[in-house]
């Protein structure tokens, strides 16, 4: 166990904790967002910063991957933290200005207007679906491709993706509902038929429940008995 | 209840940092979990995900000799893993596991009414420790892999996939049917855009593969069984006669194409008719001595179209153009897909060749002196003249497609084609079988494609060779033999083919199901008319458990609808809803399933003879289902329950099948909500007690509310 300073707070920790880790385990709130339970972190929107005290003074340092060192004297809201976090809201406002969790946490931190273009979609390059697509589901279906404005969420190539199982568990760690299903299967199914999918109407009975290729095997099966 | 007694489940309600605490009475929970039968601990954790959380649990396990723990948190889709392997660590390994979701089900939905939120979470747990306290851990499978792969097919694709997986170490069989490698590149005269002698350039990649010491070539050779399981195939050759077989652990489809026969012939003796196979063997004889050519992009149908022959059909317009500059070349084609290269079309029409576009609804017609065609672009019929037509047919699957397909278990699609099935399921929950289709068996591919199918299948050939193992720890049927009367009904349920039957005891037969193909869809537990099959960690005793411990703290007045919601539909889209904090009506209990096609008539019949209002069947769009069709087998089994419950005097109202979409969070909890409505409307199926339950004091710890 090590112990470190937060807001002036003596508090208790396992070693190899990160400063995020410690704060929640002792109710001190820190606003993150690429920032899982389930995931290793990943220190991408820097909304977590903490004031770290140095020997060479005062140091942000994004607390989800910081570790947490004994005698560490840590603010959690101090100007320079508070400035950055404003900054950080600033930034992400101009790139997702139509998601909920970041209009809110801007009007949180009273920032209306950023003062730079605003992005057409809600993608913030948090990671997290890329991140929950090979650590959980260990699918990697997705990646980060591309450097600077033109960094983005693709699948391979950008056609629809092979190694996609449709689980949506992208769509569901996504902060700012920027990815849908389709932009990673490349159409809306889970079956591989050309990128137009219909669904066939069995011959027989006229539902269209059956699947193209699996269409062709029923129905012959099907004829085969006595309908 | 001997089976309750026997287990000691720990039980930790998780605050999430406020999250749930928030909404939900956590005090309440635990309160009232720590009564629930074969719970021996019931603790609050603030962050139970968090690494003192997690050794928290650890140390509990130890302390108080858990055998079974249920964590009422968040939704197991994303933290379900994190508590697995930290269980795992501690010895409490094989999913004896099991998570309430009490943050996306409860506290984010139903944010406004605090004590309808805890009553929920009340139920959930309930839920989740009955199932806890019947649940059997998952046995593994393990499947070695045999190190070797077969390749189907001399042609293009074949050859590179067969140098692909030879050149990273594995030995590789080559089957090929004709005399020769080559496919249908053999045939050919040029490549395009290169211009490139097909003959030396099919040569070098056929020496390529006869040099190379790894792979053993088998030409004038077919594939005539293959049996064994993912991993290690057992396969049969014939050749000249005798039979060779041997194991692979690896099967790459490569049989690809052929041109397919032209419909109609050329009655006129003056007009020499021929495919364009045939012309790229003349073209490598030297000929052919026409002045006066026509080639005809055929299309039988717009599925038909394939820009492979239409590609080749330009480049052999300019190719015969170059070659006599004084000839008249003229290239008919319907609609020339914007696939094809337009510095080819440049290059064909700058030397000469004339095009000629038809439209579909009249083809062209081989009249005595040449080509009648109705020419869209001048508007009228035109006669040209030509002593030589080629038909450029578009690349339909080889005869003995059917037969592969057959032989391979690999589905084919209504044009004869055999996609690879993709298989959407989590990576580690099924053993992929180690099948890999490249080139014109799958859909026409050129030459480029080809190459590049066959090198990728090659390399995942090799990725799925090099994993020496292959595990599973996903759901699987198992037979319990001496229930099974051998009836067969579970043969023809399995998507898979995963079942077949063998002899007991030399006369009775019963099912075997082979634990490496099973993916876990559940249908074959449902038909048994024995119950003779079950499938750990969703048997009857697991969904029974649930049912009855959702209806079991029953409050009079109080509606309650039960869920089954396949995760990859219904559960999915309650999560997001939950992400997303749109509110719905309380009265739904959740049951998760792996597909619809788990939903078994008599679990429905047994939730409403226990007290449930309505049951809410969630399933897979049509077309969506990740086990094939489990979601049509579904729909099919809630059509004819609610024909019996109609026959039966029953409202079947109270029974739904729905289809959801995972991502449609407003479609999820608009439908929800109107099925609560219409159920609330109906009232309940039965009188409730006002204290019917015996085995939990259900509103003591709810009392908390009342001060």
Redesign the interface.
């Known amino acids: 166990m090590i112990t470190l300073s937060i807001d002036g707070r003596d508090v208790e920790a ?1 070693e ?2 990160t400063i995020l ?1 410690v704060a ?2 002792h ?1 001190i709130e820190i606003p993150t967002l690429c920032y ?3 995931l290793e972190p990943y220190g991408s929107c820097r909304l977590c910063v903490v004031e770290l005290e140095t020997r060479r003074g005062p140091l942000l340092v994004a607390s989800c991957v910081y570790p947490a060192e004994e005698g560490a004297v840590v603010k959690t809201n101090s100007e320079m933290v508070r400035d950055s976090r404003r900054i950080t809201a600033e930034l992400l406002l101009s790139a997702a200005p139509n998601a909920r969790v970041i209009r809110e946490l801007a009007t949180k931190l009273g920032v209306t207007e950023p003062r730079v273009g605003l992005g057409d979609n809600n993608c913030i390059l948090c990671g997290l679906c890329v991140r ?1 697509c090979r650590e ?4 990697d279906a997705i990646s980060l491709v591309n450097r600077g404005f033109t960094k983005e969420v693709s699948a391979p190539f950008e056609i629809g993706s ?1 190694a ?6 992208c ?3 996504c902060p700012t ?1 920027a990815i ?2 389709e932009d990673v299967l490349g159409n ?6 050309g990128s137009d ?4 109407a069995c011959k027989i009975c006229g ?12 129905e012959q099966s099907l004829g085969e008995r006595d309908v | 209840m001997t089976a309750q007694a026997r287990v000691r489940i720990g039980v930790f309600v998780c605050e999430c ?1 406020g999250k749930i605490s928030d909404a939900v009475e956590v005090g309440a929970v635990v309160d009232g979990a720590a009564k629930m039968p074969g719970v021996v601990l019931a603790e609050r954790e ?2 139970g ?4 959380g997690l ?1 928290r649990i650890a140390q509990a396990i130890e302390e108080h000799g858990l055998d079974r723990v249920v964590v009422v948190g968040c ?1 197991p ?3 379900g ?2 508590f697995e392997a930290a269980l795992s660590k501690a010895g409490l390994g094989g999913s004896r596991f099991e998570m309430v979701n009490a943050r996306e089900q409860c506290a984010l939905v139903h944010a406004d009414d605090r004590y309808a939120a805890t009553k929920k979470t009340l139920d959930l747990t309930r839920m989740g420790v009955a199932k806890a306290a019947v649940l059997k851990p998952i046995q593994k499978v393990e499947v070695d892999v045999a190190p070797a792969a077969l390749v189907i097919g001399g042609g293009i694709a074949g050859l590179t996939a067969a140098t692909t997986v030879a050149t990273r170490g594995f030995p590789v069989r080559l089957v090929e049917k004709a005399p020769q490698l080559g496919g249908q590149v053999a045939g050919l005269h040029t490549l395009y855009p290169s211009g490139e002698r097909a003959k030396e350039f099919i040569g070098k990649k056929i020496r390529a593969v006869q040099e190379h010491e790894d792979i053993d070539v088998l030409i004038g050779a077919t594939v005539t069984d293959m049996s064994g399981s993912a991993g290690d195939y057992k396969v049969t050759v014939s050749q000249d006669g005798s039979n060779h077989s041997f194991q692979v652990g690896a099967v790459i489809v490569a049989t690809g194409g052929q041109e397919a026969e032209p419909t109609e012939g050329s009655e006129h003796s003056s007009v020499r008719l021929v495919t364009q196979t045939e012309l790229e063997h003349d073209l490598q004889q030297g000929g052919p001595n026409a002045e006066r050519v026509a080639i005809v992009v055929v299309e039988p149908s717009p599925e038909q179209y394939s820009s492979v022959s239409a590609a080749a059909a330009l480049k052999n317009s300019a190719l015969l153009k170059r070659r006599n500059p004084g000839a008249a070349v003229s290239l008919l084609f319907n609609d020339l897909s914007s696939e094809l290269s337009s510095a080819m079309i440049q290059e064909a029409k700058a030397l000469g060749v004339q095009f000629y576009k038809y439209g579909g609804e009249q083809p062209p017609r081989i009249a005595e002196e040449g080509v009648e065609v109705f020419d869209h672009l001048r508007g009228d019929q035109a006669i040209i003249p030509c002593d030589l037509v080629v038909l450029a047919m578009p690349l339909v699957p080889q005869s003995d497609a059917a037969a592969v397909s057959r032989l391979l278990g690999l ?4 044009r004869g084609f055999l ?4 298989v ?5 929950s099924y053993i992929p079988r180690g099948i890999f289709a490249c080139g014109s068996v799958h859909y026409p591919a050129d030459v480029r494609e080809s190459i590049f199918q066959g090198y990728r299948a090659g390399v995942r050939a090799v990725r799925h060779l090099s994993s020496g193992k292959l595990t599973s720890s996903g759901p699987r049927a198992q037979v319990i033999e001496g229930r099974c009367v051998g009836c067969g009904t579970c043969v023809e349920s399995c998507p898979y083919h995963a079942i077949t039957m063998r002899t007991r005891d030399g006369t009775l037969s019963v099912s075997r199901i082979d634990p490496s193909l099973c993916n876990g869809c559940g249908n074959c537990t449902v038909v048994c008319p024995t119950k003779a099959i079950t499938m750990e960690p969703c048997t009857d005793r697991e969904l029974v458990a649930q049912i009855d411990a959702a209806l079991a703290a029953r409050m009079s007045g109080e509606s309650l609808i039960l869920a089954f919601l396949c995760e ?1 539909s219904g559960y ?1 889209a309650a ?2 809803a939950g ?2 904090g749109r509110q719905y009506p309380s009265s739904v209990r959740i049951v998760r399933v792996g597909c619809s096609a788990r939903f078994d008539p008599y679990l429905v019949l047994w939730a409403f003879l226990q007290g449930a209002d309505g049951v809410l069947l969630g399933a897979c769009d ?5 086990y ?2 489990g ?2 087998r579904a ?1 099919e089994r809630a059509e004819t329950l609610g024909r019996m419950l109609k026959q039966a005097g029953f409202d079947c109202r109270r029974l739904r099948l729905e289809y959801f ?3 449609d969070a407003a479609r999820f909890v608009e439908t929800v909500s109107e099925f609560a409505e219409e159920i609330e409307y109906l009232g309940p199926t039965g009188e409730v007690e006002a204290d019917q339950s015996g085995s939990t004091h259900v509103g003591e710890e709810l009392l908390v509310f009342e001060s």
Request: glycine share 6%.
């Open positions: 396992t190899g904790s880790e929640r385990e109710g899982h339970e389930a929950a959980i589901v260990r699918a092979n996609c199982i449709g689980c949506t568990t769509v569901f760690v509902a849908k299903l809306r199914s889970v079956h591989d038929w999918f219909e669904a066939t539902d269209h429940y059956l699947a193209p290729e699996f269409a062709v095997e029923t | 940092g603030l962050y995900c968090s690494k003192a050794a939704t889709r994303t933290h893993p994190l589905p084919m699609d209504e996609p690879e099935p993709s959407r399921l989590r990576p580690g990859w999915a999560d997001l992400a997303e049509p077309g969506m289902c990740h094939v069709d979601n049509r729909a979409e995972a991502d």
